[in-house]
T-cell receptor, first 109, second 117 residues
Framework: SQQGEEDPQALSIQEGENATMNCSYK?????LQWYRQNSGRGLVHLIL?????REKHSGRLRVTLDTSKKSSSLLITASRAADTASYFC?????????FGAGTQVVVTP | NAGVTQTPKFRVLKTGQSMTLLCAQD?????MYWYRQDPGMGLRLIHY???????AKGEVPDGYNVSRLKKQNFLLGLESAAPSQTSVYFC????????????????FGQGTRLTVV
């Protein structure tokens, strides 16, 4: 089974709205990362949060990490049509980088 | 600035044939990974390597072998292809910061679309 599981599996919102997706994982981690994928292309790194951090910001992205609950959330504020993509969380456990099944986000104008 | 390059980009194999996928990175990264992506399954880790000459099994290693003879290359082999191995394969690499004992962001290739008939 996969290390991470994202929720929801799919999300449809309008431009300007916020998009929130969650990730739960099973084992201890060094860090947790979020990636984006457009139409089956290679993944692009968005943000990394270390196991001793609780919150991190990067532009319109906000990531939280709760290691006691083994969960993370990604918030995209003021969504744009260009944010339409699949988003994946990935856990790094001493070099073993594993991904969840992803959240498919559609942002309509 | 090539980053991570996968060869080939597309391939059609007959059941039972063998092939090798090549991943090359020019960023001097320590860690390299092979994943497969199937619809609705996200990326599943096949094998990974934490350094030249070392490899380890991931979530779905059966039917695949790997080698990392040079730091910049990570090869994925299919000895006897099966239709269940039809998938898109992604290679990735990342760096290790010894001072912080943590891995850094991974860089991905553009994928290899493999069809086994």
């Amino acid at each position: 089974s996969q290390q991470g599981e994202e929720d929801p599996q799919a999300l449809s919102i309008q431009e300007g709205e916020n998009a929130t997706m969650n990730c739960s994982y099973k084992t201890s981690i060094n860090n947790l990362q979020w990636y984006r994928q457009n139409s089956g292309r290679g993944l692009v790194h968005l943000i990394l949060i270390r196991s001793n951090e609780r919150e991190k910001h990067s532009g319109r992205l906000r990531v939280t990490l709760d290691t006691s609950k083994k969960s993370s959330s990604l918030l995209i504020t003021a969504s744009r049509a260009a944010d339409t993509a699949s988003y994946f969380c990935a856990t790094d456990s001493w070099g073993k980088l594993q991904f969840g099944a992803g959240t498919q986000v559609v942002v309509t104008p | 600035n090539a980053g991570v390059t996968q060869t080939p980009k597309f391939r059609v194999l007959k059941t039972g044939q063998s092939m090798t996928l090549l991943c090359a990175q020019d960023m001097n990264h320590e860690y390299m990974y092979w994943y497969r992506q199937d619809p609705g399954m996200g990326l599943r880790l096949i094998h990974y390597s934490v350094g030249e000459g070392t490899t380890a099994k991931g979530e779905v290693p059966d039917g695949y072998n790997v080698s990392r003879l040079k730091k910049q290359n990570f090869l994925l082999g299919l000895e006897s292809a099966a239709p269940s191995q039809t998938s898109v394969y992604f290679c990735a690499s990342s760096s290790y910061r010894a001072g912080r004992s943590v891995n850094t962001e991974a860089f991905f290739g553009q994928g290899t679309r493999l069809t086994v008939v």
